[in-house]
């Protein structure tokens, strides 16, 4: 039997890649002399990165870039010949802020940028931006003015950092925009398809999650407006209504304006890059999972993006999670056939996250008990007739 393990990390709890190996451990109790494949994955969230430099045979390349607060620190990115995997959250994420530093009107993109700066004075002319994770609310501004775009005031002077920055705009102007973009193809990796501005925006959705109260809330949302109408009238384009344009507090936007980038789903571009489904074509079964699923998962999460490409091939998709919510059975019209929770009993989540290295095996373990009791049942039906 030939098994693929495509599970995305459990957030605050283990990689894709550990994911996957407790997994398999379950697993190999029930089918010791299986083939089991773990193939990392992610769908443009933290984490993406890691899933997929081993795939694409790349190295770690180290930068000293602008954090979220605008001040110096380290960043990665992989490298792979001319391809380059980018996570803005090692430079603009959340993640790096503590809890009293967070604020969505400060922080800038301005990293990101001198990531994928790096990336193309290094010779890559294939980006990916994975852009989950983010701790910003600028509208890809800062990230643009790393890449050479300026944005100045009324006096003529470039706007500063941060979201509330945006409202001060201008004039934009990209003609000393970094002449490599032009011969860059620039995918822009995400799990949501928010548009920049509304009720389903980056501000109203995201900035309180970020630190923003209710008046910033809504002084994020005039400022990325105002971006929007900006650039609207320096590009000639509307991209304020692009699928995805709010992913990271409006970076989707400023990459596809500002950079020529393309939005598009994370997990289908992660596949595509390793080269997913030649990797299943002659499984007998596929499991995946993510730490929580709910509704959400069923629309561009991971588990919905490797069932599909599972189902292309008739192969049967299992997905293990650390919790399983309300519209999780929304995957199953995604051609998920079975969920499981690795919770056994009533527990606070740290308590589940210590215990993930017994948990997740035993219900991956549990999972295919299942599977195995279900084609041992076929095969004595057919027997009979």
């Known amino acids: 039997m030939h098994i693929v393990i495509a599970a995305d990390s459990f957030k605050g709890c283990c990689s894709s890649r550990r994911a996957g190996e ?3 451990r379950g697993v190999s109790r029930v089918f010791p002399q299986a083939l089991i494949e773990i193939i990392p994955v ?18 770690w390349r180290h930068c000293m870039v602008t954090g979220p607060l605008g001040e110096s620190i380290s960043a990665s990115y992989a490298a792979a010949g001319s391809t380059a995997v980018i996570e803005m959250a090692s430079a603009s994420g959340i993640t790096l802020l503590q809890d009293a530093q967070k604020d969505p009107r400060i922080t800038t993109t301005y990293g990101t940028g001198e990531l994928l700066l790096d990336a193309l004075e290094q010779g890559c002319t294939a980006v990916y931006v994975a852009v989950g994770g983010s701790g910003t609310n600028d509208g890809g501004a800062g990230a643009a003015q790393a890449l050479g775009a300026s944005f100045t ?21 990209l003609s000393n925009m970094h002449p490599k973009l032009k011969t860059a193809h620039i995918e822009i990796l995400s799990d949501v398809t928010n548009p920049l501005c509304g009720d389903s925006g980056a501000s109203l959705t995201y900035a309180r999650q970020k630190g923003a109260d209710d008046q910033g809330v809504q002084e994020l949302e005039d400022a990325l407006s ?7 009238e320096a590009t000639g384009t509307d991209y304020a209504q692009i699928p ?10 400023g990459l596809a304006a500002f ?4 939005i598009r789903s994370g997990i289908e571009a992660v596949l595509e890059l390793i080269n997913f489904r030649r990797i299943i074509r002659n499984a007998d079964l596929v499991i995946t999972g993510e730490g929580s699923i709910d509704r959400q998962s069923a629309f561009g999460k991971t588990p919905a993006g490797v069932a599909l490409a599972a189902k292309e091939f008739d192969i049967p998709v299992i997905a293990v999670a650390g919790t399983i919510g309300e519209g999780a059975s929304a995957l199953y019209a995604r051609g998920i056939d079975g969920m499981i929770s690795s919770f056994r009993r009533p527990m606070d989540l740290q308590e589940s996250l210590a215990a993930a290295g017994v948990l997740i095996p035993d219900a991956a373990e549990d999972a295919l008990r299942l599977f195995a009791a279900g084609r041992n049942s076929k095969t004595s039906h057919r027997s009979i007739h």
Not at 244 to 253: D, I, K, M, T, V
């Open 226 to 232: 105002h971006l929007a109408e900006k650039t609207a």
């Open 153 to 173: 005031d009324r006096e003529g002077r470039e706007i500063g950092f941060g979201g509330s920055q945006l409202k001060n705009i201008e004039t934009v102007s």
């Open 22 to 24: 407790l997994i398999a």
């Open 244 to 253: 995805g344009s709010g992913a990271a507090g409006g970076l989707g936007f």
């Open 259 to 262: 950079a020529g980038g393309r």
């Open 42 to 59: 992610g769908d443009g969230g933290e984490g993406t990165v890691e899933a997929v430099i081993d795939h694409i045979g790349g190295r």
